[in-house]
């Protein structure tokens, strides 16, 4: 088949290239040429811009025919709207991929989330400033907008985190590299947690499986296969690394005490107070053909990029810095030895 995608060149984006090209599909891609331009010299690009009204915007694409779009690059429905509407007769199948984070911040305070969860809203849809706030509701808008222009013939993905290598962002990565430094490693809460993730690979293959078997609607797209813990996350990382380590497991209220966040300083972690993030429901897509491959594998692989890449000394750019994960550490212990003298002193009076 003939394809198109509009980015292609980040993250989640050379994932899918190489996904379609090993299947056999010719690909185009169509964006600023800014991110990553060296990559896929030997295929078609299209130079131009999500905002039609930018000079040039998306006159490339006009007139053109493809089987299939993916949109791995939308994010203000404006932009949406305007690729969807000017592709809509040349193109069958229109893939958007989008986000779990469509679904409000109260859907996950129980799990289950699934497709017909109802979406988060925004006051005021013209906004195109996107932040944490902004970002789900504008994502769901986004897919609105597309099946408004393809009604019927549009893909929606909602992954949840996106993991592997060429990871920008460090939201897994911090875990095996973290690890592979070794040493006392500090963790969340009990590790008992659930968590979710997608390796970019899985993602990618799943996505050309939706175009080639022509499977429309919405699809949560996340995993594993099987339910996860913090401490197997972690656990699992630690698997594959080479240098020793010690993890100390920190109480939920005292990371709250010390202002240590999930996602930014524990990636991966959600509290206790919202269990669904890390139990969102897959099997629609799993039904179709989303699989998974090994923990250890994205692990393995993550690690060796980064190392490859960036050197295993390089700052992480989500986690704990290493000052602030020691004094995490050492104001925990004092927390632990503290508590077991108040033990000891009480069970002696209770004794006298």
Sequence with gaps: ??????GGTGFLGPHIVEAALKRGHEMTLFNRGKTNPHLFPDLEKLDGDRDPNVEEGLTPL????????????????????????????????YVFVSSISVYPMDAFVNAGVNETT???????????????ETYGPLKALCEQAAEAAMPGRVTNIRPGLIVGPMDPTDRFSYWPVRLERGGEVAAPGDGSTFVQYI???????????????????????????????????????DAVTSEPSTITWIDEAFLAERQVGAWSDMPGWSPRELPGFGQVKVDKARAIGLTYRPLAETARDTLDWFRKERGIDDRLRAGLSADRETELLAAWHARVHNAHEEAAVGAGESNG
């Design 1 to 6: 088949m003939k394809l198109l995608i509009l």
């Design 118 to 132: 109802p979406v988060g809203t925004i006051e005021d849809p013209t906004v195109e400033q996107v932040n944490g």
């Design 199 to 237: 390796d970019a690979r899985d993602l990618a293959a799943f996505i050309i499986k939706t175009i080639e078997d022509g499977h429309p609607g919405v699809y949560n797209a996340t995993g594993p296969a099987a339910p996860l813990t913090m401490a197997g996350l972690v656990y699992g990382c």
């Design 62 to 93: 006009q007139g053109r025919k493809w089987d299939a779009v993916i949109d791995t690059s939308g994010y203000v429905p404006r932009h949406v709207k305007a690729s969807a509407e000017l592709l809509a007769p040349n193109v069958k199948q």
